[in-house]
């Protein structure tokens, strides 16, 4: 079974993760403007920071990641040593 996690920042961004990515939408036109496919296993979470200028996902592949949303690029991965 495939989850789907949504978070929802401003009215401007709609965030989507299915599977291993995670894709930012704009909520006016639809149109997706990024897709992030650095997970190796299934999103398990994703939100916006406050700012809306990032956001962090988790995964099943033991890893959170940290995404700047105006150069479009991951900025930090923390590895889980469960």
């Known amino acids: 079974m495939i989850r789907i996690h949504i978070d929802i920042h401003t009215h401007t961004k709609s965030l ?3 599977a ?5 939408f704009q909520l006016s036109s639809g ?8 997970h190796t296993a299934p999103v398990t979470a994703v939100a ?5 200028h990032a956001l962090v996902s988790a995964s099943l592949d033991g890893t959170v990641r940290a995404y700047d ?10 590895v889980c040593v469960c």
Do not use: D, H, W, Y
């Open 16 to 18: 989507f993760s299915s």
């Open 20 to 24: 291993a990515q995670v894709k930012i």
């Open 31 to 38: 149109f997706c403007f990024v897709t992030f496919a650095e």
């Open 48 to 52: 916006f920071l406050p700012s809306g």
């Open 69 to 78: 949303l105006v150069r479009c690029v991951c900025v930090c991965v923390s």
